[in-house]
């Protein structure tokens, strides 16, 4: 069965390190996203690829970063980790298709604490 | 303004209960609507979309009115199990099919026995 998954499920980190959460799916959407979720503010999105290739900022880019070499895979990396990106982070994907938008499937996050 | 706004609740019913949700959107070019439900620790789960004729699944009915830009999700019959939080979602691109939704911030329902 198609699915999209993330790892690690849980990550402990260090302020400064780089740290890189994996987004798998195998549904063969063309879209895929970010977000992050914290008490109080609900979703926000990071970033967002509607292709290979294709990559955009969310409303809380800041610190992080994505690329989308294969349509399987999209990489999200801290790239100096700080306690304030402590968090729960949720890959979602998407299709959109016959002038239809589907809703988004989400993975089961991932728990990252920076210390 | 947030694009998508809920009431975050609680809401504490008893098994049995009918409970209704609402939530409003700001943009009156969004073309795609649904409610997500999400367990506690867990990642939001498509619940129904929402049609512009309203759609009906088992105990739950999805309502759109566009011209007062609202959405709501009625409950019939709640179980235990309907305890989670609900997020209105929207899709915001003017005129597009591209796959940006935005997510309310949940409205958190409890039912108890």
């Known amino acids: 069965d198609a699915e999209i998954t993330q790892s690690p499920r849980h990550k402990i980190t260090e302020t400064g390190r780089q740290v890189t959460l994996a987004c798998h799916q195998t549904?063969?959407?063309?879209?895929m996203f970010w977000y992050r979720q914290d008490l109080g503010h609900g979703l926000r999105l990071i970033h967002y690829?509607?292709?290979?290739?294709?990559?955009n900022k969310g409303e809380v880019s800041d610190g992080y970063s994505v690329s989308r070499s294969n349509t399987e895979d999209l990489p999200l990396t801290l790239e100096s980790a700080a306690s304030s990106q402590t968090s729960v982070y949720f890959c979602?994907?998407?299709?959109?298709?016959?002038?239809?938008?589907?809703?988004?499937?989400f993975g089961s996050g991932t728990r990252l604490t920076v210390v | 303004r947030k694009e998508v706004e809920q009431d975050p609740g609680p809401f504490n019913v008893p098994e049995g209960a009918t409970v209704a949700f609402n939530c409003t959107y700001s943009n009156s070019a969004s073309q795609s609507f649904f409610w997500y439900r999400q367990d506690c620790r867990k990642e939001p789960k498509l619940l129904m979309s929402v049609y512009s004729s309203g759609n009906e699944d088992g105990r739950f009915t999805a309502q759109l009115n566009r011209a007062s830009q609202y959405i709501s999700l009625l409950i019939r019959d709640s179980k235990l199990s309907d305890s989670a939080t609900y997020l209105c979602?929207?899709?915001?691109?003017?005129?597009?099919?591209?796959?940006?939704?935005?997510f309310g911030r949940g409205t958190q329902l409890t039912v108890w026995p």
């Open positions: 979602a994907s998407s299709e959109s298709r016959l002038g239809t938008l589907y809703g988004y499937t």
């Open positions: 549904w063969n959407h063309n879209n």
């Open positions: 690829s509607y292709g290979v290739q294709d990559t």
């Open positions: 979602v929207v899709n915001h691109d003017r005129g597009s099919t591209l796959g940006r939704l935005y």
